[in-house]
């Protein structure tokens, strides 16, 4: 079946950078997403890429899609406290089907 | 961006009672809406796909007489769990795909329940 995996925690400095790393195993996911979950809140979708693009900008936020590799990676730029929270990875196969959502990265950003 | 509410954000039962929980699409249409299921620290696990004026699609190992999902407009689920037990408390989140762009998925803010 569908499985999205990552790791489940990094830290990192204020102002260096973060690199959330995902991996799935659908190869006809289509779409694929990332969210972000702050304490006792809902999940906010934070940007997405379509399978046939490799990278997608938007401000401090680069997403890189290595479809080969079924690999999929989140960097954000000058990293600040404001950014700790809980990254999911999410991937779905068509604009109609519901996302598998990989377990979170609890991102932890140290002053 | 689109905005998705959850009423009520959080609320405490005892057992054997009903809770229903709504999710409104406040400023597009949705005609598929998601239920989710989250416990502490884990990743959300899908309960149902519901999809406005049809029955809701249940996955499996969900008990459809116990999560009832009612899609009765473009903007308004809702959830009632019924005759609820403890091992029901969690936090639910629900999630509306816009009509317009559907690979975007909005989320609630979800709803803790706890059950006594």
């Known amino acids: 079946g569908e499985d999205v995996e990552q790791s489940l925690f990094l830290s990192v400095r204020e102002g260096d950078s973060s690199v959330i790393n995902c991996t799935y195993t659908?190869?006809?996911?289509?779409?694929l997403y990332w969210y972000k979950q702050e304490p006792g809140a809902g999940l906010q979708l934070l940007t997405y890429?379509?399978?046939?693009?490799d990278m997608k900008q938007d401000q401090r936020l680069t997403v890189l899609l290595n479809k080969k590799d079924k690999h999929l990676s989140l960097r954000i730029a000058d990293t600040q406290t404001g950014d700790s929270a809980i990254y999911f990875c999410?991937?779905?196969?068509?604009?109609?089907?519901?996302?598998?959502f990989g377990k979170g990265t609890r991102l932890s950003v140290i002053a | 961006g689109a905005v998705v509410s959850q009423h009520p954000s959080w609320v405490i039962c005892k057992s054997g009672t009903s809770v229903k929980i709504e999710c409104r699409s406040l400023?597009?249409?949705?005609?598929?809406m998601f239920w989710y299921r989250q416990f502490p620290k884990q990743s959300l696990m899908l309960m149902a796909t519901?999809?406005?004026?049809?029955?809701?699609?249940?996955e499996q190992g969900v008990e459809k007489d116990k999560f009832l999902i009612n899609h009765a407009s473009l903007t308004l689920s809702t959830l009632t769990v019924t005759s609820a037990h403890p091992e029901d408390s969690s936090f639910y989140i629900c999630?509306?795909?816009?009509?317009?762009?559907?690979?975007?998925?909005?989320f609630g803010p979800g709803t803790r329940l706890t059950v006594t």
């Open positions: 999410a991937e779905s196969v068509s604009g109609n089907t519901p996302l598998v």
């Open positions: 999630s509306a795909r816009s009509s317009g762009y559907s690979y975007e998925q909005y």
């Open positions: 890429i379509f399978s046939n693009m």
């Open positions: 519901s999809n406005e004026g049809s029955k809701a699609t249940y």
């Open positions: 659908d190869s006809s996911s289509t779409y």
């Open positions: 400023d597009f249409q949705a005609t598929t």
